[in-house]
């Protein structure tokens, strides 16, 4: 018998909201390492399917090596970010981090459009409950901000796969041979979830404003998830090289004058994704292994990003560099480890960055795309600027801007913080861990002694070029515009205008319609009156009662449900 | 250590690091000159880091910086 992870899952994110508070947290822990088993122990080929309408075949979880490694990473960061968030999350937020794990492994194990597509929307749901989870007004708000972009994107998603299926492709493949209106609509609906530019900013939007643990989840699942769709259905489209390159740029870009510690982590997701968004667009087999990769290794090192952006968070109640600093005096296990992960994600060697980055870059020069190898290696020294020199130069060093109280950071916290960044480690230290898995096969080298002194060669220069700016560098607090000022300004302005001048129109015409009728309802009163036949003055007529007229509503809903549950029998059986 | 000492520390290291290529000009698959120019990524990190500054800080933060939350007088009306 198979174990399905996502299944599980599912049931537990079901269940745990109504078991008691020991119950819960035995689950929080026991749930995510039964799944991790059930992940790892899935085996390529195995596939499962149930019958559906109209001789569709729903096929809920086929494995092979590109969805493999995914489950196994998404089931591994379950594992550590539940563990993160157990001393504090409650009923609704742990069902929601459940469901939320749930539906981004029901996405990978998918072998048919419509699972996919149920999924993907528990996925939008279920994340947007981390949002609303911090319970106050700004993440109330980007909640519904982040709910009806991803509802759109869903819907955009629904469009082509609706075409798709009704041409009777209902399993998914590659669809980057085929673009016709189905595959642009399912990849811009992909994009939305991919964080591509212009369509990324809901991320940064939402992120920062989630809870701890929620951003820790959401940092790891939504983006790399649609990383894996694009790797599945859209290897080889040219478009994406320069989507990834223009991400990849922009995302450092911001994230150097970002201010606070969570909008920098959440820019740094979407140049991240750059690189994996730039690698499917090239195509090969190489780059194709890169972007898994860089998505395994991604999700390793920003998780621990934001564990240890959120530590802080939580220790000291500010998340701003402008607020922060000197908290290497104060909390210097979460420092050392935040360091460790912002080391990674720059690419240092023996950890997980360098290993992965490595073999993006490398593809795109295999492929003849020396341009791209040059900026997508440029948005390298950024990161290093931006993750790691100036959140260390300005908030682990120097003094404290404001005063707070160091709250002590529970065990729980500091337990995932360090099995992260040991995998890191280990990840980057044994590459062939991960390379082994890889969807292709490959013999790929990345510590070659021109290699390793390269990188370090340009980890030192940026360093250089971060001290000769160090004033000009100084975090500031503004308010930075980004392209959702798009539908937050003029499209609310469109629709707001749109919506007067359809209800003027709606009312004057109503106004003339209102009048005409009133002009010629004399004509139609009981012809006896005109006659003086009955008094008229005496007798007040009945007053109309259109319910009077009317089935309650009760028994349309009856027939509503009968006529489902009669046609679903009739489909079904 | 003043932040002087630290530039010329790390200028120091850099060029080190330089010498070393030098010395083991070893370089696998050189698709490009600059997989075999020495000191390329030297040069390139550090003029990278100033010209992705110069954008970020110099022409991309003056357009977007705002005072204050632009969003939050139209969502009280």
Redesign the interface.
Known sequence: MILHPALIMLGAGIVIPFVPHLIRKIMLIVMPLIVLVASYNLQYGQQQSIGFINNIDLVYLKVDELSWIFVFILSIVSFTANLFSYNYSNRIEVAAQFLYVASSMGVVLAGDWITLLFFWELMAISSTFLVWAKKDETAK?AGIRYFLVHFFGGNLLLAGIFIKVSQGEYLINSLSQNMDIASIFILIGISINAAIYPLHAWLPDAYPKSTISGSVFMSCLTTKVAVYCLVRVFPGVPILIWGGVVMCLLG???A??ANDLRVILSYHIISQVGYMVAAVGLGSELALNGAVAHAFSHILYKSLLFMGAGTILYATGFSKLTDLGGLFKKIPGVVVLYFIGSLAISGFPYLNGFTSKAVIL?AA??TKY?EV??LL??AS??TL?STCLKVTYYSFLGEAKKSYDIKKVPINMYISMIITAVLCFVYGSFPNLLYNRLPFEMNYIPY???HV??????????????????E??EP?E?????TD?LY??PL?FVTRKTSEVVVAIQENLGAVWGTGILSIVPFFNNPFRKLNVINSENETPEKYDPDHYRFSIGLAVTIAIMVFVGSFFYVRF | MGQKNVILSFAIVGFLSIIVEVIFPIHYHPYYWWHAFIGFDYIFGLLGGFLLIFISKGILFPIVKRKKDIYERSEEE
Do not use: C, H, N
């Open positions: 708000k450092v870009l911001y150097m004058f490398s020069s295999v020396p190898e040059l290696y440029l020294v950024g600027i070659t002694f021109d002194i390269s990188t370090v060669q340009i980890l030192l220069a940026s360093t250089l070029a971060f001290l000769f700016f160090v000009i560098m500031k503004y308010f930075l515009l980004d000022w937050r300004k609310v």
